[in-house]
């Protein structure tokens, strides 16, 4: 008989727990003078980096690394729903990151934050150290090829054909976006009137392979 190819597609996808998250804060405040605004965003930073180099040099470092921009400037003259225009409002900002190893440590520093006038998170990226991703995108693409193979032998035995056997493979690369959620089980008043006591529940990083293959047989079943 002539060869048959048969086309597929194969995926695989594979959950696994967070190793280090980032947290994405942004610092901000405006009125209508331009000095105590800038002093006042400056003065929580100052506050911030203290509290991420503090975490950095310690003796077992719950912050892998961190980040901090320069206060920006700027003004804007606002309308009101009349449409007249309103004196000049003076704004500044600031962005920050900084990446946690300690779960527990990176939810009493984001309770901590709550005290900190203009600070909020925007989100937490989980994600795995360089070295897992690389062990479990290895798996995934392994177990993305099987798939493809199964699916193609499931075809080729519907029709009585026999065993199938690979021709091309084509690899479109490792889906799935990296996950941006915060999860939050639980954000009270913490102990004397301090900051609030959070806890987060991180979701899991998912890592999803595919590939296109084609298989052929050249015999009869």
Same mark, same amino acid.
């Given at each position: 008989?002539?060869?048959?190819?048969?086309?597929?597609?194969?995926?695989?996808?594979?959950?696994?727990?967070?190793?280090?998250?980032?947290?994405?804060?942004?610092?901000?405040?405006?009125?209508?003078?331009?000095?105590?605004?800038?002093?006042?965003?400056?003065?929580?930073?100052?506050?911030?980096?203290?509290?991420?180099?503090? $975490?950095?040099?310690?003796?077992?470092?719950?912050? %892998?690394?961190?980040?901090?921009?320069?206060?920006?400037?700027?003004?804007?003259?606002?309308?009101? $729903?009349?449409?007249?225009?309103?004196?000049?409002?003076?704004?500044?900002?600031?962005?920050?990151?900084?990446?946690?190893?300690?779960?527990?440590? %990176?939810?009493?520093?984001?309770?901590?934050?709550?005290?900190?006038?203009?600070?909020?998170?925007?989100?937490?990226?989980?994600?795995?150290?360089?070295?897992? $991703?690389?062990?479990?995108?290895?798996?995934?693409?392994?177990?993305?090829?099987?798939?493809?193979?199964?699916?193609?032998?499931?075809?080729?035995?519907?029709?009585?054909?026999?065993?199938?056997?690979? $021709?091309?493979?084509?690899?479109?690369?490792?889906?799935?976006?990296?996950?941006?959620?915060?999860?939050?089980?639980?954000?009270?008043?913490?102990?004397?009137?301090?900051?609030?006591?959070?806890?987060?529940?991180?979701?899991?990083?998912?890592?999803?392979?595919?590939?296109?293959?084609?298989?052929?047989?050249?015999?009869?079943?």
């Amino acid at each position: 008989m002539n060869p048959v190819e048969i086309t597929v597609c194969g995926s695989h996808t594979v959950s696994v727990p967070p190793q280090q998250a980032t947290v994405y804060a942004n610092l901000g405040a405006e009125g209508p003078a331009s000095q105590p605004v800038f002093d006042a965003v400056a003065s929580a930073m100052a506050d911030v980096t203290h509290s991420l180099e503090s $975490r950095l040099h310690a003796e077992n470092p719950p912050v %892998l690394k961190f980040a901090v921009d320069q206060v920006r400037r700027g003004s804007h003259r606002p309308f009101n $729903r009349d449409g007249e225009q309103l004196p000049v409002v003076h704004t500044a900002a600031a962005s920050i990151n900084a990446t946690f190893t300690d779960f527990d440590d %990176l939810a009493a520093w984001v309770g901590w934050t709550a005290g900190v006038p203009g600070l909020g998170i925007g989100y937490i990226d989980w994600a795995l150290t360089d070295a897992n $991703r690389l062990q479990v995108g290895r798996t995934t693409r392994q177990e993305a090829v099987r798939d493809a193979r199964r699916r193609a032998q499931d075809y080729a035995d519907a029709l009585d054909l026999g065993t199938v056997t690979v $021709r091309t493979i084509s690899d479109p690369g490792l889906g799935g976006p990296p996950q941006r959620k915060v999860m939050m089980a639980s954000a009270v008043s913490g102990p004397m009137g301090g900051p609030p006591e959070i806890s987060l529940r991180p979701e899991e990083v998912e890592i999803n392979a595919q590939v296109e293959a084609t298989f052929v047989i050249t015999g009869s079943g």
